[in-house]
């Protein structure tokens, strides 16, 4: 059996004794939906991890299907907050030690509050970010809300 890379994410997990899967594909891709067509799985069972601020400096993040488009009003109903926006891509490595394309809800520098599309708990796994461009963990929705201290709400706009 050949040793796979472990990337932070993975360690946690292992730290947690969390079960999970998990999958590489090439870094060249930096698509979610060919991301989900590069692994053979359904692009509603892969999720893309975003962060958000609000006016007061508060830091939200979101799990969405990749195919999906995140509704910022649905999400920042979901935390609370008045209104929200994405993050500028500069500010994603200072603030969750994670690259775009690779930034996972598991394992940020920091635990934001976290909200997980509610679609993920039609799936008995879905997939999130390893952690860097190319690799994915594959793990039960409810298992990632619990460690990730996430709650489950509506987050995308209508297609």
């Known amino acids: 059996m050949e040793k796979k ?4 994410v993975m360690r946690l997990l292992d730290a947690a004794s969390i079960e999970y899967e998990s999958r590489e594909y090439s870094n060249d891709i ?5 991301v989900a067509q590069a692994l053979g799985e359904d692009v509603d069972s892969v999720f893309k991890t975003l962060v958000t601020v609000n006016q007061k400096k508060e830091y939200f993040v979101f799990c969405v299907p990749v ?10 109903k979901a935390v609370g907050a008045k209104s929200i926006e994405l993050i500028k891509q500069k500010e994603l490595l200072p603030l969750t030690g994670y690259i775009h ?18 679609t993920a708990q039609l799936f ?8 860097r461009v190319g690799f994915q963990v ?12 996430a709650k489950f709400a509506d987050l995308t706009k209508a297609a």
């Open 138 to 149: 594959c793990l039960d929705p409810n298992t990632l809300a619990n460690y990730v201290g």
């Open 30 to 34: 930096v698509n979610g939906t060919k």
């Open 124 to 131: 008995d796994k879905i997939y999130v970010s390893g952690g």
């Open 5 to 8: 890379e472990k990337t932070n």
């Open 67 to 76: 195919a999906a488009e995140l509704d910022l009003k649905k999400a920042a």
């Open 101 to 118: 394309g690779g930034c996972s809800p598991i394992g940020m520098k920091k635990a934001f509050p976290t909200v997980i599309d509610e």
